[in-house]
């Protein structure tokens, strides 16, 4: 069965100093990873998928298949990054053909301070 | 505000009723996502629904039902027999399963058994 760790429930930085939150994951397959993100008093929403390659609001997260890590990183943290992160596996079944189900970790509360 | 619409935003129930949880969606997306949050443990899937009159047991099913009568509604039942039914409830949709599509998030119910 897949399973997604976040280490850390609580993370706090400063403004401008470089923010990582770690996300490791146990899954048989070739995954589909994620980081959704939930600002206070808004949805949970996508932030970024690897298969994309993209850097959103500054973020960035590499698939490391050896490590199955898929750590979500940005060098200088702002005050707006501060959020609810969640890190997600999507899974396929055996044959390959896709569920579209989401694994979540338990989330890392991301505080910067000014 | 269109997209994913979950009602009521706070439900009260008492212990041994049933209650149902609104899901509405206009994006036109076919496949359908119902998932529990409690603290510190991340979203856990309970259903999903690949297409009208289809669905499939999640990971934390037992003691809820669905339906997937209309494309736009995939409404949640939470039965008197979830032992633990306390818990916040956030419903999502995508275009399909595919494993790499996004999903979108309703704003939430939060469901208090007295």
């Known amino acids: 069965a897949q399973r997604v760790t976040q280490p850390e429930k609580l993370l706090s930085v400063f403004k401008g100093a470089p923010v990582e939150l770690k996300c490791n994951y146990s899954?048989?397959?070739?995954?589909?990873l994620f980081w959704y993100v939930q600002y206070s008093r808004q949805r949970l929403q996508l932030l970024l998928r690897?298969?994309s390659r993209e850097s959103i609001k500054g973020f960035t997260a590499d698939l490391n298949k050896g490590e199955t890590s898929f750590h979500l990183k940005k060098p200088f943290a702002q005050e707006e990054d501060s959020a609810m992160y969640y890190c997600?596996?999507?899974?396929?079944?055996?044959?390959?053909?896709?569920?579209?189900?989401?694994?979540f970790g338990q989330g890392t509360i991301l505080t910067v301070h000014p | 505000d269109g997209g994913i619409t979950q009602s009521p935003k706070y439900l009260f129930r008492k212990e041994g009723q049933n209650v149902t949880l609104s899901c509405e969606q206009n994006?036109?997306?076919?496949?359908m996502y119902w998932y529990r949050q409690d603290p510190g443990q991340g979203l856990r899937l309970i259903y999903y629904?690949?297409?009208?009159?289809?669905?499939q047991k999640g990971d934390i099913a037992e003691g809820y039902s669905v339906s997937r009568e209309k494309k736009e509604s995939f409404p949640l039942t939470v039965t008197s027999a979830q032992k633990n039914p306390t818990a916040f409830y956030l419903c999502?949709?995508?275009?399909?399963?595919?494993?790499?599509?996004?999903?979108?998030f309703g704003p939430g119910t939060r469901l208090t058994v007295l």
């Open positions: 629904s690949q297409i009208v009159n289809d669905f």
């Open positions: 997600a596996l999507s899974s396929t079944n055996a044959g390959g053909t896709s569920y579209g189900k989401l694994t």
């Open positions: 899954y048989s397959g070739s995954p589909e």
């Open positions: 994006l036109n997306h076919d496949a």
């Open positions: 690897h298969i």
């Open positions: 999502a949709s995508s275009i399909d399963t595919e494993a790499f599509r996004e999903q979108f």
